[in-house]
């Protein structure tokens, strides 16, 4: 009997430091899991703060140049038409090679240098970037007189600058309320345990929450079938399954490489695929995989 109670308490003792030892596992992905949602988070917000800053130097400039045209009696006339030349540079494809965009920027520049503005390092670039080019500013010359020239120009390029500014805010914010949407359909907060689920949604929540994992060298490749049906499910403990899949596939593939997420219809079943370009598990340890406590 006593040899009994002996190795009874020395199993009960390794249950509980495995127990031990898996929460002090889960604590840390978790911690890590916050951190890595915490950097994604961090980089649009930042993005916001940025262009709120300089939106608010923009519209600073903006009331500057039009008191400037008040100051210089620019006439209704010649405002109604530099706006509508303006409206042509909010219809223009804007510039996205860089090349290009330099090239464009040095002929703005000639040609304000040109023409006597001041400014030309501060409108030639956002106006390059909005697809401006010397035959529009020759047609504002016509315009304007020279003394209304530069600060009309000037106002247009501040509104340039306040429309690409409040893009990016609400690129970045929308970035923002993606993420914590992820979260909460990740996490199923205030949700039934079992419910009708989606599993092609709380895999794509579960990538979002992972990005910082994912990072630029994991290229993801998406294989969802068409109208897959709902699932009857616990879908906080899928997206658990999907955590432990998809960081695993990661480490498998030390951090690069493809991803390939598959997701099909088997009669009354749903498949699930996940399949990485890694190096996989030696055929010792996919003997003893499903082993308690291995």
């Not at 262009?51 to 210089?72: K, P």
């Not at 909010?90 to 965009?101: M, Q, Y």
Request: charged residues 25%; aromatic residues 4%; negative net charge.
């Amino acid at each position: 009997p006593f040899g009994v109670h002996l190795i009874g308490g020395f199993f009960q003792t390794v249950r509980n430091m495995e127990a031990l030892s898996r929460q002090r596992a889960g604590l840390i992905a978790l911690g890590t899991l916050a951190a890595g949602l915490a950097h994604e988070l961090n980089n649009p917000a930042a993005a916001a703060v940025r262009s709120a800053d300089a939106l608010r130097e923009s519209c600073d400039e903006l009331l500057t140049s039009l008191v400037e045209l008040a100051r210089r009696s620019m006439t209704a006339d010649q405002f109604v038409r530099l706006d509508e030349l303006r409206r042509e540079v909010g219809a223009a494809a804007a510039i996205t090679d860089a090349v290009a965009l330099a090239d464009r920027e040095d002929e703005l520049s000639g040609w304000l240098d040109d023409h006597d503005v001041a400014d030309s390092w501060r409108i030639a670039p956002p106006l390059a970037g909005a697809g401006v080019d010397v035959d529009w500013c020759e047609r504002v010359a016509g315009v304007l007189d020279p003394a209304t020239l530069e600060p009309g120009l000037d106002w247009v390029a501040g509104t340039v600058s306040v429309r690409s500014q409040l893009s990016e805010m609400a690129e970045a914010t929308q970035r923002v309320s993606a993420l914590v949407g992820a979260v909460k359909s990740y996490s199923q907060l205030d949700r039934a345990s079992l419910q009708t689920t989606d599993v092609t949604e709380g895999i794509e929540s579960t990538l979002t929450v992972l990005g910082n994992r994912l990072g630029g060298e994991v290229t993801v490749v998406r294989d969802y079938a068409d109208e897959l049906p709902s699932i009857e499910a616990m879908p906080n403990e899928l997206n658990q399954v999907w955590t432990n899949l998809i960081d695993n596939a990661i480490d498998a593939m030390d951090g690069r490489g493809t991803l390939r997420l598959c997701t099909r219809a088997d009669g009354d079943c749903i498949v699930v695929e996940v399949t990485d370009t890694g190096s996989g598990m030696p055929p010792d340890v996919q003997a003893r995989a499903f082993d308690a406590f291995f």
